[in-house]
């Protein structure tokens, strides 16, 4: 093995596509996934440790924990095949308990686990198509149970035990909830789905036998022993009046695409792929974590919600928000808070809150806090500091400071701190960043973009960019040691610029594949490229040309790097191995064993060297290179390693991968040799300041300074103020305390006497109880002792009784004996005289068998002489039958090759045939979900039905009460037109106010949409004066910086012409001089400008059109959404006003009717009365005063109860036209208006 070492010292960076990504340790522990570690961190002290991952492995992909906390489960993939490794926390370091890794199933991937809540079982879920769910007894490595969950290769999210029962499962996945329990060695579900089957991505159990689960559309589920109890789905909530301005210019702008993982099934990017695109806009619940409150879940990009069980009920109500902040570092600062949520914990004391993210960010809340902000959402806070959400593609340090520069994908740059381990600078930016080089002092970066090469200020809180370059899509930049020169690859060509002028000095070509690679050597006096094309070019930058040169075509180089001493090139490719090269040949090849090394790194001591593999793996070898297979292979990254370095004291190694994470290491040699590089000079804390910063920032803080003066003014004031009324209050206190205190000592001494008294009685009724005590402990003993005398009696009673039958069974006893052995002589007797007669019978069958044998024998022969016979005529027919047998099987093999074809072109059939089969499944199960729709439709119209027929048997019921009640009104009509009178006289006056109020809401509705159309104007003026700020601030940045351009030309043109009037005595000199500076400064200027403006004009343009035709569609789109919507309503509720107004038209038809029959029942009447004179002559004076008053009373007392009925339904009619006239979009059809009941009561007089 090698004597040089590394220790991973801190990692930065998260695989954010493990499942179940982050978990507690304890309070102040956390363990997540990073490269191929996982890694625990503690948040307090900021320290970490590291659990490597299995050697060979190809990446994580499931964690677990046990709820004792002792055990941690990985689930990995080792050279393709499964590995469970499951981890003892409480040992230091962490060792490896148990690995399950053979298995008697097939399985491809584990793609979720979990612990059972006594820690001795585990639950594992393999990937699709097996989708076997194994129930294992992990110490023992033993299976106790296995069960195939799907078979429709159906994703499966999450597997959990019950947390009170070790037995009782539960697995959601898409389409799929299931409840499961072992017994008798089985799997056995105890659940039946019911309803439309759900996309279910998360759940989690918030007691003994209730589940909470999420689904893709934003719905929430309790579940109660497997049947669905409560229901509520997650609003998406408007966003402010910021990200809605800015989300109109990000409408057509995609996400950053993240690169392929080889994630379990559950994977971020599966899930929003399968997610149709109506429902991206739905919240989709990934994550659920409960709580003793209830519980926490994601609610789409950003957001999570904490929801809190009732008190009186046994469902949930939304308690708080929780945001992800918006990144004011972020190119694009509403895209910081679109990331999903795809993991969250809560801390053992329920005090901490931690989530990960789709973009592998870290937050974390203090759960006081989300309590304190009331009414406005709570908002997270970064658990360590931002970190890379894709592949890091450059990796660079300095000399001067202890600073990490990294580019990625994503397209930030940060700058990281490794003695402090902290991020000290980060900014995201428009265009991808493919490399990173930082100047050796610390203050200045060169990173590669898409689209131009950019030379930055690293200010004290900004990376500000000074100098630009139209190298497009470079790959490849370095600052020379001594930091007066850089590099720069555009392509195959390499270009070389100076630091202090910024010019470009020289192009060095020669390679025809792209550069992947360039070294300086210490002196910067050369430069070392290599690239896909299999060279190694050596470059002296003197002459621009090359020096020395290594072509190998079949080897595409990734890395190159030169020794302290110049003399030899290590290269490493595609070939598996590492290569010294010197003097334009390789010297020396070192295989790599079935790998491919991705970077290379030698140390400034010439003794340390290290390599990065495809696999992730950090070889560590010393130098020269050893001749066997000679170093120590660390686990470090889950993906390619794309980059590595060293300090300039060779103390710590850095290195970058394609997983997005950067780990530090520290480097040690056992040997001791030429590692210790004591720095003479300490890091420089010295930071770069803009002059504008600094005077924004002095100007701040003597406005500070006033206000702190005046606040120390007010303080001084206020505390005056309050001394005098605190010293008021003490001596109001002070008397009011002395006053108490007397009142409690009399009090004291009241209550001291009233105790003597009390201790008095208490000691005579003890004297009272020990008295009664004693007569009755005396009593007690005599009735005992009386007892126990006869108790004695009664036993020796017994013992007579129990002497006597033992005498009595040992009689029986003896008996028997003498009885049983009669018997036994009898039966030997018996016995013998029949084993005579056997032997006697077996004499004679010997002989019998004897002469049997003999005849045998004798049979036996001519039966095989008559055999061989048989045997000769039996082989020539075979023979025979042989021949024939072989010419069939010559003309069978031909027929066999024609089937074989015809077998082909029938499996090609087969197969055609399959595929449509699949296809016809698939159409099936769409139209099984159209089906189940209509179904559902038919069900909702038969409930329709069904109450629609109690309405008309309702209205039935109405009909036939307005039926008695027109019999009732026929009895008792003639005293309704003189009430009928009375009532218009009351109406009148209130029917003209009604009109005065209808015309009062008109008005105010005609209002009411003014005020509405003002404030869509004014809000689109907002967004235009809001863009126009944007634009002015943009080209005020944009002046600003020509006027320093501007202002360092023409410091140059000044310096330039100083040193042309040096030669102002020689003419010839002096007019090259001022030709030279009118070449420089003239001509270039202004074709620069020209170009300049040109671009600048066209591109202002292109994003005005574009910003204004996205306006345009989104407000078209909204346009036709409300008029829509406007056009539904007003269709229903005219539809209700015709209804209730065929109603009203009824019912006055009726009364119309009911008013005729009253009419004529009054004319007979009348006629009657005429009549009734006549009789009344005829009848006695006694009858006339008895009948006819008793009559009229009761038809009085009848009358005054309906008209008292009737006018409390007409009033109640009048309220409720009056309640649908003041609905909102509520208009008479045309103007119609109902006619009063009074003008009916005028044509009814007109009529009489």
């Known amino acids: 093995m090698s004597t040089v070492v590394a220790q991973s010292l801190h990692v930065f960076g998260l695989r954010s596509h493990v499942s179940n990504n982050v978990f507690f340790f304890d309070e102040q522990i956390i363990i997540f996934p990073s490269g191929n570690h996982c890694v625990k961190y503690n948040v307090d002290q900021k320290w970490q440790k590291f659990i490597p991952g299995s050697d060979k492995s190809q990446g994580m992909l499931a964690l677990a924990i046990s709820p004792n906390r002792r055990y941690l489960a990985v689930s990995e993939t080792v050279q393709d095949k499964p590995v469970i490794t499951i981890y003892e926390l409480s040992a230091i370091p962490c060792r490896k308990r148990k690995i399950l890794n053979s298995f008697d199933f097939p399985v491809q991937k584990f793609i979720c686990m979990a612990f059972s809540p006594d820690s001795k079982y585990l639950l594992t879920q393999t990937s699709p198509p097996e989708s076997n769910l194994v129930y294992w007894l992990w110490e023992k490595q033993k299976v106790m149970a296995i069960v195939r969950i799907d078979t429709q290769n159906n994703a499966v999210y999450q597997v959990s035990f019950n947390p009170q029962d070790n037995t009782q499962i539960c697995i959601t996945g898409n389409g799929m909830f299931k409840l499961l329990r072992f017994a ?657 019978l077996l004499e004679e069958a010997q002989e019998d068998v004897r002469q049997q044998l003999r005849e045998f024998e004798e049979t036996k022969k001519q039966i095989e002489e008559d055999e061989d016979r048989e045997i000769q005529d039996i082989k020539t027919k075979y023979e025979k039958k042989l021949r024939d047998e072989k010419e069939s099987n010559l003309r069978l093999k031909g027929e066999t090759g024609i089937m074989r074809k015809k077998f082909s072109s029938l499996q090609k059939e087969i197969e055609e045939r399959t595929n449509d089969i699949e296809l016809l499944k698939g159409e099936q199960v769409k139209l099984q979900g159209v089906i189940k729709s209509l179904e559902k439709d038919i069900m909702g119209l038969k409930r329709e039905i069904q109450e629609r027929d109690e309405t008309i048997q309702d209205k039935e019921k109405r009909i036939y009460d307005l039926k008695k009640k027109n019999q009732e009104l026929e009895k008792f009509k003639f005293v309704l037109d003189y009430k009928i009178k009375e009532l218009k006289k009351q109406i009148e006056p209130r029917e003209n106010e009604i009109k005065v109020m209808k015309e009062q809401i008109q008005e105010m509705e005609a209002e009411l949409e003014r005020f509405h159309k003002q404030n869509t104007q004014l809000e689109l003026n907002i967004t235009e004066l809001w863009q126009k700020l944007r634009a002015t601030d943009q080209e005020m940045r944009r002046e600003r910086q020509k006027e320093r351009d501007l202002e360092a030309l023409v410091k140059r043109f000044k310096t330039d012409l100083h040193n042309c009037v040096a030669y102002i005595q020689e003419p010839r000199q002096l007019k090259e001089k001022v030709r030279a500076l009118f070449e420089k400064y003239v001509q270039r200027a202004d074709m620069v400008e020209i170009a300049g403006l040109n671009s600048d004009l066209q591109q202002e343009y292109a994003r005005q059109r574009e910003h204004l035709e996205r306006n345009l569609a989104t407000l078209k789109k909204k346009v036709v959404k409300e008029s829509e919507l406007h056009r539904t309503d007003y269709v229903r509720i005219m539809q209700e006003n015709v209804s209730l107004i065929k109603e009203i038209n009824e019912l006055r038809r009726e009364l119309k009717f009911t008013r005729s029959q009253v009419y004529d029942l009054e004319a007979a009447l009348k006629l009657t009365k005429k009549l009734r004179p006549e009789v009344s002559e005829t009848v006695s004076g006694e009858d006339l005063p008895s009948v006819p008053p008793t009559m009229r009373l009761n038809v009085q007392e009848e009358t005054g109860r309906i008209i008292e009925m009737q006018r409390l339904e007409i009033q109640r009619l009048r309220d409720q036209i009056q309640e649908q006239e003041q609905v909102p979009g509520f208009h008479p059809l045309a103007g119609m208006q109902l006619p009063s009941l009074s003008r009916e009561a005028d044509l009814k007089a007109q009529t009489k």
Request: aromatic share 8%; glycine share 4%.
């Open 184 to 840: 008798e060695g089985t799997l056995k579900q105890t659940n039946f789905q019911r309803g439309e089957p759900q996309n279910y991505l998360a759940h989690t159990w918030v007691s003994d036998d209730k589940i909470i689960a999420g689904t893709d559309t934003g719905r929430l589920f309790l579940f109660e022993s497997g049947d669905q109890r409560w229901e509520t789905s997650i609003m998406v909530k408007e966003p402010t009046s910021e990200t809605k301005n800015l989300g109109v210019i990000q409408e057509s702008e995609s996400l950053i695409e993240f690169p392929a993982v080889t994630s379990p099934v559950p994977s971020y990017e599966q899930v929003m792929n399968t997610s149709s695109h109506s429902q991206l806009s739905l919240p989709q619940v990934f994550a659920i974590a409960a709580y003793s409150k209830g519980f926490a879940c994601s609610a789409g990009p950003g957001r999570v919600l904490l929801f809190e069980k009732m008190e009186d009920k046994e469902f949930y109500r939304e308690s708080r928000e929780i945001r992800i902040p918006v990144d004011p570092q972020s190119n694009d600062p509403s895209q910081s808070d679109k990331q999903d949520v795809l993991c969250m914990c809560f801390s053992p004391s329920e005090e901490t809150l931690i989530a990960s993210t789709s973009k592998s960010q870290l937050y974390s809340i203090t759960m006081s806090l989300t309590e304190i902000s009331k009414g406005e959402p709570a908002h997270f806070e970064y658990l360590m500091y931002p970190l890379h959400s894709a592949s890091i593609t450059g990796l660079d340090t300095c000399i001067r400071k202890p600073l990490i520069a990294t580019c990625s994908v994503d397209r930030s740059v940060r700058l990281w701190n490794y003695e402090s381990n902290s991020l000290e600078l980060f900014k995201e930016y428009q265009e991808e960043a493919y490399t990173i080089s930082l100047h050796p002092s610390g203050h200045y970066i060169v990173v590669g973009f898409a689209d131009k090469l950019r030379i930055m200020n690293l200010l004290i809180d900004d990376i500000r960019s000074f100098k630009e370059y139209s190298v497009r899509g470079c790959k490849e930049c370095s600052f020379s040691n001594g930091g007066h020169l850089f590099a720069a690859v555009n392509g195959n060509v390499i270009h070389i610029f100076s630091t202090t002028s910024l010019e470009n000095i020289s192009n060095l070509k020669g390679h025809t594949g792209k550069i992947r690679s360039v070294a300086w050597n210490t002196d910067d006096s050369k430069l070392i490229s290599c690239g896909t094309d299999g060279a190694v070019y050596e470059w002296s930058l003197s002459t621009g040309k090359r020096e020395t040169e290594c072509v190998l075509k079949s080897c595409s180089y990734n890395c190159v790097t030169i020794s302290p001493d110049g003399k030899i090139i290590f290269a490493v490719g595609s070939d598996q191995t590492l290569k010294e090269i010197a003097d334009s040949s390789v010297i020396r090849e070192m295989s790599a064993f079935d790998v491919t090394y991705t970077a290379i790194v030698i140390s400034h001591s010439g003794r340390m060297m290290f390599v990065g593999t495809s696999v992730g793996t950090i070889r560590a070898m010393k130098y020269p290179l050893p001749l066997q297979k000679e170093f120590n292979e660390y686990q470090a990254h889950a993906g390619p390693v794309t980059k590595m370095s060293l300090t300039f004291d060779d103390q710590f190694l850095l290195s970058v991968a394609e997983d997005g994470c950067l780990f530090t290491w520290k480097v040690f040699d056992k040997d001791g040799r030429g590692i210790k590089r004591e720095r003479e000079v300490g890091f420089a804390e010295e930071v770069l300041v803009t002059k504008t910063d600094m005077e924004e920032k002095a100007q701040v803080m003597l406005e500070l300074k006033t206000r702190v003066e005046e606040l120390k003014m007010e303080n001084e004031y206020q505390l005056r103020l309050k001394d005098m009324n605190y010293s008021e209050k003490i001596k109001e206190l002070t008397d009011k305390f002395l006053q108490e205190m007397e009142s409690l000592k009399t009090k004291n001494q009241v209550l001291k006497t009233e105790k003597e008294k009390q201790d008095a009685l208490h000691r005579e009724r003890m004297d009272d109880l020990l008295d009664k005590q004693s007569r009755e402990l005396q009593d007690l003993e005599c009735c005992n002792n009386q007892k126990l005398l006869l108790e004695y009696e009664k036993y020796q009673e017994l013992q007579l009784k129990s002497q006597r039958m033992q005498e009595e069974y040992e009689k029986q006893l003896r008996d028997n004996d003498e009885t049983k052995s009669q018997a036994l002589e009898e039966l030997t007797e018996f016995y013998e005289a029949k084993l005579q007669e056997k032997t006697t």
